[in-house]
């Protein structure tokens, strides 16, 4: 069975950059599609970005403008959100979840999800 463990959040402050770590286990990266997800404070989850097992990428979020970045390491069987220009909007608990290929519209859902990492971007 596949597991995901994220990685990476915390407090930073608006403008600066903060990089999330989601790790793999059960299964090497290349036979699964990682997404990223994220919920803010009283908000719904709502869908980020996700990479395929060939390394096709899908970014559902057309506010992130280019801002977000998903990638992955096949050698770690990680795959990384690289996160530039922060505001204070994109506070939130975000999430990575598995599956076998990347869904077109992130409300289909995904497989197997990790606990969050929480996110928080001051002033």
């Known amino acids: 069975e596949v597991h995901v463990v994220e990685s990476g959040g915390g407090l930073v402050q608006a403008g600066g950059s903060l990089r999330l770590s989601c790790v793999v286990s059960g299964y090497t990266i290349d036979g699964y599609a990682i997404g990223w997800y994220r919920q803010a404070p009283g908000k719904e989850r709502l869908g980020v970005s996700c990479i395929s097992s060939s390394g096709g990428t899908t970014y559902w979020d057309e506010s992130l403008k280019g801002r977000f970045t998903i990638s992955s390491d096949n050698a770690k069987n990680t795959v990384y959100l690289q996160m530039n220009n922060m505001r204070t909007e994109d506070t939130a608990v975000y999430y990575c979840?598995?599956?076998?290929?990347?869904?077109?519209?992130?409300?289909?859902?995904?497989?197997?999800w990790g606990e969050g990492t929480l996110v928080t971007v001051s002033a």
């Open positions: 979840a598995a599956d076998y290929k990347c869904p077109e519209y992130y409300y289909y859902g995904m497989r197997n």
